[in-house]
Structure formats: C-alpha cells, structure tokens
C-alpha cells in the first residue's frame, strides 16, 4: 500500500495519511540499521499472495505495486514509493500475505524479516507507532472494504453463513460477502463455484479451495492462522482463552520477555469482544466497543511477541508432570512450565425445549453489528439483567422497532451498573418485562414467535418476535481440567486462600508453601477472570487478575 494519491482503494485523504506515512530521511536511516539492502529489479516480485514468510520492505527508491489476486486479473490496490513500507497486519500476527508484492519500478530497499521488525517497533517508539498505526489502519481499511483472500457465498436465512461471518469478523480478516439472497442469477454463481444450495455457506480461500459449510477450525487452517506455531517447543507460559485477562496476561508476560502462547477456542476478546460498547472501562470517557478494546490488546500482545493460536480449544491438563501439557482437539499436547487459565464463562442455555433448533437462526448469544442488521425495524427480545444485556438492548434499541428485556427478578437495580438502568428507562423503544421468562419457541427453520409467561399471573401470552438475544447466567468452561484442579460447587476454578488443605495434592506442594492469591491446586497454574471462583465478572477486574498472574509466574519460573 502507499500514499493517497496512488492508492487504488477509496480513502479520505486524513485516514490515507495515517495508513500511508512517509518516514524522513533520518528514520529510514535507522530502519536500515536493523536489516539488508535489497536490490529492486522491475516485475520482480517479493512477496506472494499466502507466502508463509513476509519479509517487511522499506523503499529507498523505485516503485512496488501491491495487488490482490484474483481469478479474472491481479487487481491493483496501492503503491509504495521512497519512504514507504510494506505489509499490514499479518505482519504483526505472522500469518500468510494477503496480497502480491511486485516491482513497477526498479530501485532500492531495506529488507527486514519479521524478527528484526519486532525488534525495530519494541525499541523505537516513533517508528514502532508510525508501522503499528499503519498496519492497523490498513487492516481496518481493508476489512471495512471487503479487500482480502476470501469470498464467502451466503444467505441471511443460513445460521451457519453467520458463524463464519462472525469468525472471520472477530478475528478481524478481510472478504467478501456475496448475499446469495440478493443475486439475480444465483444458480450461475453456485456452478461457477461446482457447488449447490445445500453447501451454504462456502467458502473460497484464496481463490484455490472451496470448502462446504466448513468448521471454525477449518478456516483457521485454510487461512494459515496457526502455521507459524511450533506445538512442540516448551513456552514459559501457556494462556488458555484469549479474552481481556488472558489478552492481559499476554501483554504483560511478552512485554517482560517471557515465552508466551495464547490458546483461542473462537476468537481474541471473548464475551468482552461482543460487547457493543463498554463505557465504564477505565480511560475511555465515550465508550469503547469491546471488540476494538480487545484488538487493541491483541496488538499490544503480538507487538511484544506473544503467539496467538486460533480456533484450537483445549480438550485436557496434563497435569502428572512438569512442564504441564495442554491437550488440544487433534495433534500433539503442548508443553508449558507455568499455565493461566482464563477461558471465562458462556452464557446459560435456558430449558426450552427446541432452543438448539433456532441457534443462528433467530436465537444469538451476542449482539454485533451483523446481529444487529439481522432485526432492523423488528421487534427483539434480550434475556438477562446484568450489563452485556443492557448493552446489547440499548445497542439494538439504535434500530429495532421494539427491544423487550425479559428478566426473571423484579428489576434491574441489584444486577446493573446504573448508568445502563438511566439509558434502558430513557429509551422510548425499550420496554422492561420484569418476573417473566420465556418457555417456548417456534418457527420453520428460523425463529417465527415465542410464547412468555408472566411468573406472577402464570398467564403464557404469544408474540410474533423472530429474534432473541440470551444474555443470561455463566457456566465456566471448565469441563477439560476436571480430575486436575478443584472447582467450587458450580465448576469455578478454585485459588489462594479458597483451596482446603484437602484440595492440595499430596507431594506437589512444599513444606510450608501455600497458593498464592491467583494460584490453583496445582502449582504453578494459576486462574484468572470469569473462571475464577469467586471472581468479579468485570473486564476491568480480570485484566487486572490478568497482569497480576505474570508477577506470579516469575516467581514459579524462579523456583
């Protein structure tokens, strides 16, 4: 990418500046210390389109094009010139290129590998803000536009076409979306790919493989996510669940130059990163979303060095030696001298009988911008009284005809932050049903009504409402370390002062050592956030449980 005035993407020239800076004469000067020279030749071309390895190039002089590829021609979308760099946020993540680096100018180069970059943007601060606000912006830029590696075929009437459309948005990778409910010749577009109405949704991943309603996993692997990762190499730390304590615990951990690696199940951010907006997190007085605050953090994380791997969920503890083992869904365990739990909580499924039947389909337990176009002008309905349904009912309330928050309790009072209560009662679209629940669901494929029922009369009233935001309870996700750790009554993992003598395996802890306050029953495996008995359920809590656990890891890596 480059300056304004060559870029082939439509941008304001304010933002343009920010995506495509010139360095001066002095700051490409100090890049230049930190790599090789390379000689620029016309049509050469320096990077492909999914290369694996992404070498960073600052122009000294001459011309590279960038350029998507695509099936009827290489389009080109920006170029550098003298004082320009290279690449966006794959850099950072150290995944596959998303596009073609090619020379249209011969010249001359400073060529960095990605190690050397790092180097360059954790000791430079000016520089280092200068690439990072690009390759942010440019990443934004591109997702905002539809301009990447991927096209997915859809249909609003599909649950599974919005999974993948949340992944990929979550995860923040550009594609393109083509509605198959819009397009006038849909059977046309369905052969040119060899697949049918039932495949929905396809995928086509770098123009090369198509893969039929694929799983999360698969896409990761298609997109090459984790291909940088080494499972076999021991880390100084192994985080399980990428959301704000764990994303904090990352920063912290490879900001102080510890081996860390991040296990994902989804997506970086959590609960937290479908948040609509967060407007009592320290610091930001107008709100922030919460998948902005976890990007942010996730940057921050991949900035200092902090591996990220995605849609891999973590199936057991190893816990009979150390290091400990992390067992995923398929391949090898992987090892790591200290672990921090912070995989959270999901939301409680209501008993309703045919609930699983509507999941995607009318039934979501987030509310994002896609959710949020999904019931414009229609009458919703969220479940739950504490702050993510507040959020999500005023969020929603932007465009829905009618928001419904259901709760079972006789108000909001005792489970919501009062500035939330104020907007709900201010809100001419939002209507408070207190002691009711909803206890039946119907439709053909999607959700059609519901039925409520008032818990003071009992009496069952049906409404025409299609869609459902459940926003209701925790469940820690803690299936996997059971027979390794203790847990409370509720399956929260128990640390610190919590732990009984009878929950301390016999021969794992010394002679007058205890758990430290974020310490599990195992030594050196330490819980923090929504999955810690006891814990606050607050982003601005679990990101401070979060930094506190890497002063403990020192000290267990010290022992």
Known sequence: MATAATSALTIAPDRAALMFPRLTPAQMDRVSA????RTLRHGEILVEAGAQTVPFFMIRSGQVGILRVCEEGDQLIATHGAGAFSGEANMLLGRPSLMRLRVSEAGEAIELTRDQLLTLVQNDTEIGDIVMRGYIYRRLELVAQGIGDVALLGSTHCA?????KEFLFRNGHPYTYVDLDHEPDV?????????SSADIPVLICRGERILRNPSNEEIAECLGFNAAIDRAHVRDVVIVGGGPAGLAAAVYGASEGLDVLVIESTAPGGQAGSSSRIENYLGFPLGISGEELTGRALTQAQKFG????IAKGATALECAN????????DGPSIPARTVILSMGAQYRHPAIENLARFHGAGVYYSATPMEKQLCGNEDVVVVGGGNSAGQAAVFLAQTARRVYMVVRRDGLADTMSRYLIKRIEDASNIELRTQTEIVA???????GSIHWRDNRTQAIEPRPIRHVFLMTGAVPNTAWVRGCLAL???GFVKTGTALTREDLPAGRWPAGKAPQVLETSLPGVFAVGDVRSGSMKRVASAVGEGSTAISLVHQALAQ
Not at 160 to 164: K, S, Y
Not at 188 to 195: D, Q, Y
Not at 306 to 309: E, G, H, I, R, S
Not at 322 to 329: A, F, I, K, S, W
């Open 160 to 164: 599974a076409t919005l999974r993948v």
């Open 34 to 37: 930190h790599g090789t020279v």
């Open 306 to 309: 902090a591996q990220v791997m």
């Open 441 to 447: 669901l119907d439709g053909d494929g999607h959700l």
């Open 187 to 195: 059977e046309a577009i369905l052969a040119r790919f060899h697949v």
């Open 488 to 490: 409370d009554e509720r």
């Open 322 to 329: 150390v290091p400990y083992r992390v067992r995923l869904g």
